[in-house]
C-alpha cells in the first residue's frame, strides 16, 4: 500500500526509438505513474522518461487510469501488464440478493496464468468474496511507483 493518497495517471510518450536494424522509427508508449495531481504526473513521467530516452520526446496524454491498485511482482519474467476486472460480491441485506461490483486492477506478470496466480496470492489474504470477471494484456510499458524504482531490469533505450 501507498502511504500517500496518490491517484495513477496513464501517460502517452511520443518519440524517435531506434530499431534493431538501426533505423529511427516515431514510437508510442504506454506508462503509468503515480501522482497527486495532473502536474505533478506531468513532471515525473517527465523525469522518468529523461533517463530512458535520449532526444526528444513528447507527452501525448495524460489521463487518471482507471485501477483501485496495482499488483507487483518481484518475478524476473513478470515484464507485462495486464489489467483485471474482479466482482466483489455481497449480499444485499433487505433484498437478500447477490450484489456485484466490479473493481480494476493492473496485474504484473510474465503470462497470463501469472498474472491470475498473482490475483489470487493478493486476494487469498482477504476475507471478501470475489470473482475474476476478466484479464487482459495491456499495452503499458512500465508502472513507475512513487518513491520507487521501476521493477523492470531492462536497459535504456538510447537514440544513436
Same mark, same amino acid.
Given at each position: 500500500?501507498?502511504?500517500?493518497?496518490?491517484?495513477?495517471? %496513464?501517460?502517452?510518450?511520443?518519440?524517435?526509438?531506434? @530499431?534493431?536494424?538501426?533505423?529511427?522509427?516515431?514510437?508510442?508508449?504506454?506508462?503509468?505513474?503515480?501522482?497527486?495531481?495532473?502536474?505533478?504526473?506531468?513532471?515525473?513521467?517527465? %523525469?522518468?522518461?529523461?533517463?530512458?530516452?535520449?532526444?526528444?520526446?513528447?507527452?501525448?496524454?495524460?489521463?487518471?487510469?482507471?485501477?483501485?491498485?496495482?499488483?507487483?511482482?518481484?518475478?524476473? @519474467?513478470?515484464?507485462?501488464?495486464?489489467?483485471?476486472?474482479?466482482?466483489?460480491?455481497?449480499?444485499?441485506?433487505?433484498?437478500?440478493?447477490?450484489?456485484?461490483?466490479?473493481?480494476?486492477?493492473?496485474?504484473?506478470?510474465?503470462?497470463?496464468?501469472?498474472?491470475?496466480?498473482?490475483?489470487?496470492?493478493? @486476494?487469498?489474504?482477504? @476475507?471478501?468474496?470475489?470473482?475474476?470477471?476478466?484479464?487482459?494484456?495491456?499495452?503499458?510499458?512500465?508502472?513507475?511507483?512513487?518513491?520507487?524504482?521501476?521493477?523492470?531490469?531492462?536497459?535504456?533505450?538510447?537514440?544513436?
Amino acid at each position: 500500500m501507498r502511504s500517500r493518497t496518490a491517484i495513477w495517471f %496513464e501517460c502517452k510518450i511520443a518519440y524517435e526509438k531506434v @530499431m534493431e536494424d538501426g533505423l529511427q522509427k516515431k514510437v508510442k508508449e504506454n506508462y503509468v505513474v503515480d501522482a497527486l495531481s495532473f502536474t505533478e504526473a506531468e513532471s515525473r513521467i517527465m %523525469e522518468e522518461m529523461s533517463s530512458y530516452i535520449s532526444g526528444e520526446f513528447a507527452i501525448e496524454d495524460i489521463k487518471i487510469a482507471s485501477y483501485k491498485e496495482i499488483f507487483f511482482s518481484e518475478e524476473e @519474467m513478470a515484464d507485462r501488464w495486464y489489467k483485471a476486472k474482479l466482482q466483489f460480491i455481497t449480499i444485499d441485506e433487505k433484498t437478500e440478493k447477490e450484489k456485484r461490483s466490479n473493481v480494476n486492477y493492473l496485474v504484473q506478470a510474465g503470462t497470463l496464468k501469472g498474472a491470475v496466480n498473482n490475483i489470487e496470492s493478493v @486476494m487469498g489474504t482477504t @476475507m471478501i468474496d470475489y470473482v475474476i470477471a476478466s484479464v487482459a494484456e495491456t499495452t503499458l510499458m512500465d508502472v513507475f511507483e512513487y518513491g520507487k524504482q521501476p521493477v523492470q531490469n531492462d536497459k535504456p533505450e538510447f537514440e544513436g
